[in-house]
């Protein structure tokens, strides 16, 4: 079945460092990927998303590109903030008889110093 | 416009007790989600509903767990009777309509079987 397969955590960076956080994906046909994020006391919200090969999905300076040939979808941030401090998933949607079935990695928990 | 609802927030309960979830999402969103997000892993679909109807439950243990959605709107999980190993966060989430892809996630309920 389809997987998302995410970088352990936690990411400790200091403000201001540069972000990455992987993730690839095994999935038959054509998924789209995105990145929700959980604030601490929060539920998830979409963060970014992208729905065919090569295309880029960007937010609050958050990038992701979708890479079809390396099956990943890397989440970037040039420079972090404190307020970035939050859990990341990565997830896929694959169609599946009409309707559009979530499957979710297990989160990187990313903890920002000031 | 007002977001996922769930209720109760929290809730403790005995092994073998049993339980109930109530989610309300979006108003006009067809497609409703129950996740069951275990502490340290991303949120596992249980059953996915497109208007009152089920498009996907394989993830579900019918011979504990059941849900419904009788006129399309809101939703209740059940769990009868609950183990220790039901202990985690259970999600629901909602989209725009048939076909979208993008989640909008309630707040959880926070479920502890001791």
């Known amino acids: 079945g389809d997987s998302v397969t995410q970088m352990e955590g936690p990411v400790t960076l200091s403000e201001e460092a540069f972000l990455t956080i992987n993730c690839t994906y095994t999935?038959?046909?054509?998924?789209?990927l995105f990145w929700y994020v959980q604030y601490p006391g929060e539920g998830l919200q979409l963060l970014l998303k992208?729905?065919?090969?090569?295309d880029k999905g960007s937010n609050k300076g958050f990038e992701a590109t979708y890479r079809k040939e390396t099956t990943s979808f890397h989440l970037e941030k040039g420079s972090v903030q404190v307020s970035d401090s939050a859990v990341y998933f990565c997830?896929?949607?694959?169609?599946?008889?009409?309707?559009?079935?979530?499957?979710f990695g297990r989160g990187t928990s990313l903890i920002v110093h000031p | 416009e007002a977001g996922v609802a769930q209720s109760p927030r929290y809730k403790i309960i005995e092994k073998r007790q049993s339980v109930a979830f109530w989610c309300n999402p979006i108003?006009?969103?067809?497609?409703l989600y129950w996740y069951q997000q275990i502490l340290g892993q991303g949120p596992k679909l249980l059953i996915q509903?497109?208007?009152?109807?089920?498009?996907?439950d394989s993830q579900l243990p019918k011979d504990r767990f059941s849900a419904e959605r009788l006129k399309g709107v809101d939703s209740t999980l059940k769990i009868q009777p609950a183990k220790l190993e039901d202990s985690a966060v259970y999600l629901c989430?909602?989209?725009?309509?048939?076909?979208?892809?993008?989640?909008?996630f309630g707040p959880g309920t926070r479920l502890l079987v001791l």
């Open positions: 999935a038959t046909g054509y998924p789209s």
């Open positions: 997830a896929l949607s694959a169609a599946s008889g009409g309707s559009y079935i979530p499957t």
């Open positions: 108003s006009g969103h067809a497609t």
């Open positions: 989430a909602s989209t725009s309509a048939v076909g979208q892809e993008t989640q909008y």
């Open positions: 509903f497109q208007n009152n109807g089920v498009v996907d």
């Open positions: 992208a729905t065919k090969a090569d």
